[in-house]
């Protein structure tokens, strides 16, 4: 007899979402996780919450799961520190004030607002980016929020509604439903729900890259940043596949600090922070923001963003119907983890999904291989 509904392999901050939601509609429910709750790629993340468009899917799901971390916002704890502070996509001239505009009308065809910034908007919403910059989009409803403490949110209120923490690692998934740990202990379940962030040693064929990132985060500086802060050669960075780049991307702490990125590297798997890398992302910060230049960085980490060709999530069932994902999430995994934990658990109930859950199916992939446990 299978011991849970669905055993999730993974306590980031989209398995921890996913138990909730499973829990919640009376699921018996199992998360798998041998490290700290929270403490691998979600721990990583900046933990911005951010409407994106490069693509329709894309948009639809981060305006969905946006709405819900702000229905969220009540119950969520005062360390989750929640802040809608609202993002600024950054123009530095003409040309890139053309896809402000361009972005501006995508975002209001899919109900999001926004508002164009010119010159002096953009001055006066951020005096400490460098003079001259064109202008901006400000998109109000985004958000900021620290992953570790909402995904122990997340998995402490599934706990309440009966879910259980099964420490270990897990080492391979046999026949129907059921999960090996390292220790030789063994869980069934009805479905195993693959939520493991970067790690996909479960499924090795799985095409999903590691993208390193490093970040630095300062010491306290109050209200020297008022927005999350990106230029919009960002978008540029996350389209590249192949090569290595860095964009600005700096996000306000309730605390003071100022946490800056952004950086993507391909085929280096090592934690090792590369000083190149780092010298070329903070090169790239003081361009926009000078006076970061005189501020004192206390911390600086990488991680890996878990990224698919079409830089689309994997959310459902694959061909083994009884095996689901809930991965592949690349730089959205903090922004999209309520969305993604109610689609997931829409197919696993089999009931009606809110938006289009297709463009996100596993079995898009077309490999087989993928799937073999």
Known sequence: MANFDVLIVGAGIVGCATALECAEAGMRVGVVERD?????????????????????AQLALTAYSRELWRKLQPALPRNAEYDPRGTVWIAGDDEEMQEVFAKRRILGEAGVVSEVLDAQGIAEAEPFLRKGLAGGLLVPDDGVIYPPVAASFFLGEAQRKGAVLVRGRAVVSLERGRV????????????????????????????????KGHLLITDRYPDMVRHQLVELGYLKSAHSITDDSVAFNIQPRRTGQLL??????????????????LRRMLDRAVEYMPCLREV??????????AATADKLPLIGPTEKTWLHLAMGFEGLGITNAPGAARLAADHLLGRPSAIDATPYLPMRIGNPEAMHV
């Open 180 to 211: 090996v740990l390292a220790d030789g202990s063994s869980h069934g379940a009805e479905h195993v729900l693959l939520a493991s962030g970067a790690e996909i040693s479960l499924l090795p064929f799985l095409p999903i890259q590691k993208r």
């Open 260 to 277: 800056i990125g952004s950086s993507r590297q391909y085929g280096d798997t090592t934690r090792e922070v590369n000083p190149a890398i």
């Open 36 to 56: 700290l709750v929270g403490g691998a790629t979600t721990a990583a993340g900046m933990g911005h919450i951010v409407v994106m468009d490069d693509s329709p």
């Open 296 to 305: 004192s960085g206390i911390r600086v980490w990488t991680g890996f963003r």
